[in-house]
């Protein structure tokens, strides 16, 4: 198989796999994002800090 | 290479042939056929599919190497982190008799002071060192709002200091609302308010019972027309507390915010959280109806069915991703409001966690908070670590009054996790 990845939107736009092995659905967050969504307890929820 | 210790592997329900890999390191997800599982065991992936997996967090050299990776992990964070990210408690009285605030016997007439203020404000300018390249200030309470004239002044100071050292700079806050007005906002936005997280604790007459006016008298109109009036101006994150007894009236509230114009596209995030408790040296008496750890059934329940909720009427909120605490990231301090300095808010008044003073700096380093408490071989091997990396302190505190060892939150995520994951690749994904 030449090229078996196929990315979210071309998965949703065929409705499948066709013939590929890997659909990436979510490509995932840097460690840049993980500091953006930092949590902080301000009792009875959490914000971004 | 071999396949990592932070990859959960789900059923497709859409397809027998095929599973989600979803990575709680990267909050990478993967549709695939299941023939690529044992292409991984054997040694029989392309390069193509090689280099995709291991990118986006899947395959691992090994996992000794894997391991030494995780314990970096928040090292390597603080050592790329430019932001600046201060929280300043304004005061800790309300005009709201909420029943379950976490302040709880803390609240009361304790107002900041100009004095304090102007330290705050040296504190803040002293720790802008070079390399920060954004200053945010979040102001909270009790109600900062309360606090607004002292507010100004020190967002008008902020600023110029942000201008002068040529950093961005950003202004939230944390309020019930009932004082967020447009012509307040309008004030605050020209020293850089971007944004104000809001608490509606469900449906009319659910909110008025939680959060009644302390000269009595429901604020959920009042909270929804200022919502309603500067949702434009800024970003609003709406949040709710619930309770086991009413969390399944939260649903009748985002129909109603549908139904008065506060639609998706004017609302930055929409997240409900169970009420956590308090000890009971400071627990408000009426508190009932609260938990003490994210473990319990009930939670899971009602955590799935409000975020659908939210999800399918098209409102924003987080996606599942790794998580860290404020505490463990050095550029973040909480500040009460006679200027003694904490890592926490829920740990206010309580001595022994003093970090600091605004006058003096940070005296203290923060190991009183036991920091790495999950470097250990439990948690490192542990499939979830990345998205508690010990869980919540201030929780595990109250809970057993001590903060040795970690507040697990395994089996939430193992009755969770699948359904969280689910939710935000049909939604989420489906949208990006």
Same mark, same amino acid.
Do not use: H, Q, Y
């Given at each position: 198989m030449k090229c078996s990845i196929i990315f979210i939107s071309e998965y949703f736009l065929t409705g499948g796999y066709m013939n590929k092995?890997?659909?990436?659905?979510k490509k995932g967050v840097t460690k840049k994002d993980v500091l953006m969504r930092t949590c902080c307890h301000t009792g009875t929820a959490n914000i971004r800090v | 290479m071999k396949i990592s210790q932070y990859c959960l592997i789900y059923p497709d329900s859409n397809n027998a042939d095929s599973v989600v890999l979803f990575s709680t390191k990267k909050a990478s997800a993967i549709l695939v056929d299941k023939s690529i599982l044992t292409d991984i065991k054997n040694g029989g992936l392309g390069e193509e599919e090689r280099v995709t997996l291991a990118d986006l967090g899947f395959?691992?050299?090994?996992d000794e190497e894997e391991k030494q990776e995780l314990l970096r992990y928040i090292d390597e964070l603080n050592e790329i982190d430019t932001k600046l990210s201060v929280i300043v408690a304004m005061n800790l009285d309300c005009n709201l008799a909420c029943t379950y605030r976490f302040e709880g016997r803390r609240k009361g007439k304790h107002y900041m002071s100009p004095e304090t203020a102007g330290h705050v404000i040296d504190f803040i300018q002293n720790n802008l060192t070079k390399d920060r390249e954004l200053l945010n200030v979040t102001f909270y309470g009790g109600e900062p709002l309360l606090s607004t004239e002292l507010i100004l002044s020190m967002a008008k100071r902020l600023k110029g200091i942000a201008e002068t050292k040529g950093i961005d700079f950003g202004l939230q806050f944390v309020s019930n609302?009932?004082? $967020?007005t447009p012509s307040v906002v309008e004030k605050l936005k020209l020293f850089g308010l971007k944004e104000a997280s809001i608490t509606l604790d469900g449906p009319e007459a659910v909110h008025n019972l939680s959060r009644p006016y302390k000269m009595g008298g429901g604020s959920f109109k009042k909270i929804v027309g200022n919502i309603k009036a500067v949702c434009g101006m800024i970003d609003i994150n709406i949040g709710g507390n619930f309770t086991e007894a009413n969390y399944r009236e939260f649903p009748r509230l985002l129909d109603y915010l549908l139904a008065e114009g506060i639609t998706p596209d004017r609302v930055a995030n929409v997240k409900f959280d169970p009420v956590f408790g308090e000890t009971s040296e400071y627990?408000?008496?009426?508190?009932?109806?609260?938990?003490?750890?994210?473990?319990?059934p009930w939670v899971f329940e009602a955590g799935i069915m409000l975020r659908e909720e939210v999800m399918k009427r098209g409102f924003k909120t987080g996606g599942i991703q790794p998580v860290v605490c404020?505490?463990? $990231?050095?550029n973040r301090h909480i500040i009460n409001y006679d200027g003694s300095m904490y890592k926490c808010t829920g740990f206010f008044d309580r001595k022994d966690f003093i970090t600091g003073n605004v006058k003096s700096g940070v005296t203290n380093n923060s190991s009183m908070y036991n920091l790495d408490n999950w470097k250990n071989e439990e948690c490192l091997s542990c499939k979830f670590l990345p998205l508690c990396f010990g869980g919540c302190r201030y929780m595990k505190y109250v809970r057993d009054g001590n903060i040795s060892g970690v507040d697990c939150k395994k089996p939430y995520y193992e009755a969770c996790l699948e359904v969280l994951v689910k939710q935000d690749l049909r939604y989420l994904a489906s949208n990006s």
């Open positions: 092995k890997i659909a990436v659905l | 395959l691992v050299e090994t609302g009932t004082l $967020l627990a408000p008496r009426e508190m009932t109806g609260a938990c003490l750890t994210p473990n319990e404020a505490i463990d $990231l050095n």
